[in-house]
């Protein structure tokens, strides 16, 4: 047994600095708060180099292959063996199951232990995305989530899953889910100062009733909610007399999609936006009509924790209890767009939605964390 908090090697395959999606998000926010109470070396993929020269609060090491080159970095094995003597590290944390592989030789050549922490069943991912080889990747991904000490899972829903169909083992799976750094909602008066801001500079009246949903625009479960939004979502609107717009912002969107949001008078397209919580603050609710994809829709956790009502479908409510958010989360069943229009024509115009103590309190990436330690082998 540690006789102190395990040092802590984290290895990372693909870009994420800056961190500006949620996928980004899960791995460099749970690092950053990791290593405000426990000793952190990262190792990435060197496209993350520019970060190395910026990143103040973490030990930064870009010099990985991406996971696209990922069978390469057997090159660097000797070179992060080194580091795990040099670093004193007694864990491996592995984000995404891409470097399993890596993980699991590296254990074997150390002796140290080794945890996956996923943030999707990747497998099912690739199958949404309609990626060919999906099936040869899940059985790689159960042969890693089997042979590690530790799995962490975005969800209580994926870890359940990988329990029951994977044969993973239950007592070494730990939900570690997508934290915030929220810790109350917005005041009514940033609120109405936010939504004020957004009307007036889009000439619009104060009963517009403001939707908003954001995400990697290219990412095929965005694309697909795209599609449900324009041809679904807003026909059923427009037969109302509902004055309503819908705030999309988003990154990596693909010319076709922006022209079509473009040419809707009912959406507002923002693009990338450096400063969301304006967003957040300004609008009456978020909407989240995804279907597909797996982990935990990260946007919902930012707009729940900002005090928005969200309307979603189930599967893209996963990872999200109902006792913690009472009727501040609108479940709505997958691909019912009568209802998930019916819901947003309802959505009271100023209600106030509390939202729990008990919610901030389990997605707080302080308590996150130090509940991961806890879970870390000894």
């Known amino acids: 047994m540690y006789s102190k908090k395990p040092n802590v090697l984290g290895i990372v395959s693909f870009k994420v ?17 990791l290593a405000k109470q426990t000793k952190v070396v990262l190792a990435v993929s060197k496209d993350n180099k520019e970060a190395a020269s910026t990143e103040t609060s973490l030990n930064l090491l870009p ?3 991406n996971h696209w080159y990922g069978f390469l970095n057997i090159f660097y094995c000797l070179k992060l063996i080194q580091l795990i003597k040099k670093e004193k590290i007694d864990v491996i944390i592995i984000d995404h199951s891409y470097y399993g592989w890596l993980g699991i030789l590296l254990r074997f050549l150390t002796g140290k232990k080794l945890i996956i922490k996923s943030a999707n069943l990747e497998a099912y991912r690739f199958r949404d995305m309609g990626r060919w080889g999906w099936k040869f990747y899940e059985m790689y991904e159960k042969w890693v989530l089997k042979h590690a000490d530790r799995n962490f899972f975005i969800s209580d829903e994926e870890r359940l899953f990988a329990i029951e169909h994977w044969n ?11 934290g915030t750094y929220i810790e109350e909602p917005y005041s009514q008066l940033e609120k109405s100062e936010s939504r004020e801001t957004i009307l007036n500079g889009h000439s619009l009246s104060a009963d517009t009733k403001l939707f908003l949903f954001n995400g990697t625009l290219d990412y095929i479960p965005n694309e697909d909610a795209l599609y449900i939004i324009l041809n679904e979502l807003i026909p059923r609107l427009n037969q109302t007399k509902l004055n309503y717009r ?6 990596q969107i693909k010319p076709n999609w922006e022209a079509q949001l473009l040419a809707c008078p009912t959406i507002i397209f923002k693009g990338f936006v450096e400063h969301i919580d304006l967003h957040y603050k300004g609008a009456h609710c978020f909407i989240c009509p995804v279907t597909l994809g797996t982990g935990v829709k990260t946007k919902i956790t930012d707009a729940l924790a900002s005090g928005l009502p969200v309307i979603a479908c189930k599967k893209s409510c996963d990872g999200f209890s109902g006792t913690l958010l009472k009727e501040q989360l609108i479940s709505i069943e997958d691909y019912n767009w009568d209802a998930f229009a019916n819901a947003m024509i309802q959505l009271p115009l100023n209600k106030l939605y509390d939202t729990s103590n008990a919610f901030y309190k389990a997605f707080n990436w302080a308590t996150i964390v130090r509940e991961s330690i806890l879970y870390l082998p000894k």
Request: charged share 10%; glycine share 8%; hydrophobic share 50%.
């Open 17 to 33: 600095f800056p961190a500006l999606m949620g996928g980004q998000k899960y791995i460099v926010d749970y690092y950053r708060e």
């Open 246 to 251: 819908i705030l999309i912002c988003g990154v």
């Open 63 to 65: 010099f990985l292959f």
């Open 168 to 178: 993973v083992n239950a007592t070494i799976s730990f939900t570690v889910p997508y």
